[in-house]
């Protein structure tokens, strides 16, 4: 049985629309999308988005329209419901807002600091083993049909381990330990002042969430 608090939101966008005010319940909508396997209650969540979900809807839909089960069709098109509502040429940003290739990750880095950060991720999936071959090796792969990354002159992630010289895996994990230690250290000062983010932060911050 769904919850209250999911058929009434659903009930407000499907009679009422959208409204600017919604951001609260739409989250709550993205967080049932992302852990049910009801069909009847992702179709209704999808069909509510695509009549009255923000654009901030969109990456959520896109992550779902890559599944292998019913949730892909029906994420597409409550995309193209949603898309068919938004004038993609009045901003600029929004030209490519609907491509899933616009939300995919872009690994911009050295080659080599890609392994650091596989690395890193391991470390908390596989405590006992994260640097061992296979374990790497399998995560590395899995990350590469996330995050776009050209491993030239190699063909994988796995060639890439093996052949690159200029991996240090403990000078790049003391890398990341410190600027986390840094991004906690300026987080807490500013809670401390009357700084606040300005608005491309925000948004940075609010795709993040999604």
């Avoid at 009422?16 to 989250?27: I, T």
């Avoid at 049932?32 to 069909?39: E, H, I, M, Q, S």
């Avoid at 990354?149 to 990341?176: A, G, K, T």
Wanted: hydrophobic residues 45%; glycine residues 4%; negative net charge.
């Amino acid at each position: 049985m769904e919850d209250v608090k999911t058929m009434l939101i659903l009930e407000k966008l499907l009679t009422k629309g959208y409204d600017s005010d919604q951001a609260k319940d739409e989250k709550h909508l993205h967080e049932v999308l992302r852990t049910t396997d009801n069909p009847h209650l992702f179709m209704l969540i999808c069909v509510a988005l695509g009549k009255a979900g923000d654009i901030f809807s969109v990456p959520v839909l896109m992550a779902l329209a890559e599944e292998t089960s019913f949730k892909s069709d029906v994420a597409k098109e409550a995309i193209k419901a949603l898309q068919s509502r938004v004038e993609k040429d009045s901003i600029a940003i929004m030209k490519d807002f609907f491509v899933p290739a616009y939300w995919k990750t872009l690994w911009i880095g050295p080659i080599e600091k890609f392994i650091s950060y596989v690395a890193c991720i391991a470390a908390f999936i596989y405590p006992e083993t994260m640097l061992e071959g296979e374990a790497m090796n399998r995560l590395g792969e899995l990350l590469t049909k996330e995050i776009t990354i050209d491993f030239s002159p190699y063909q994988s992630f796995h060639e890439l381990r093996l052949c690159s010289p200029n991996w240090d895996v403990q000078e790049d994990l003391m890398m990341i330990l410190n600027d986390f230690e840094s991004d906690l250290t300026l987080e807490g000062a500013i809670k401390t002042t009357s700084v606040r983010m300005n608005e491309d932060s925000q948004v940075a911050d609010n795709i993040i969430n999604m």
